[in-house]
């Protein structure tokens, strides 16, 4: 039974760290996605954690593991062994899936604030190109938050210039000059 307690440890515990050190994501799950417009909605499809690749990389390891603990440091028979490795391999393997959806599915809803943020006014705070980035501040939900930015103008932006964002793009904000919004010969329109 030591046999099968190291080869899962190693082919979970290998996965799992493949899984770390490369950022790969490998999940089976069912998705339904509708926009119209405006208005869209985003309908996730029961979850069912055996089919997550996830699931079973980590109930692999922690079974392995676990198993081959209490073979070395317990006197238990194999079937005392099995008895405690196999749930608690299962609920690690169900407590990290459900994590990493949860996790996963913050990351979703962080794209809707992003999308909260189109049109909102910020101050630079330090210079920013099209090529180079810097940074802004902006207020939303009676919170400052920074972030770093990118100018779809021509001419760079300098610090304590205001800027709208009208879109991200790699974790960055794209910015332009509030004046873009304006008609055509109304520049000089006093605010």
Known sequence: ML???IATAILGGGLVALSAFTGGDADV???VDADGGDAGTDVDATWVPILSMRFWTFTLAFFGLSGMLLHWLTGLAVTGQLAV???FGLLSGL???WTLRRLQLSEISSSARERDLLGVEARVLFPISSTSPGKIVYRAREREAEILALTDDDSPLAAGETAVI???ED???RVVRPDRFLPPGDEDVPA
Do not use: H, Q
């Open 95 to 97: 407590g990290a899936s």
């Open 29 to 31: 799950d069912a998705d």
């Open 166 to 168: 009208i879109g991200f």
């Open 171 to 173: 974790g960055k904000a």
């Open 3 to 5: 046999e099968l307690y």
């Open 85 to 87: 490795a196999a749930p």
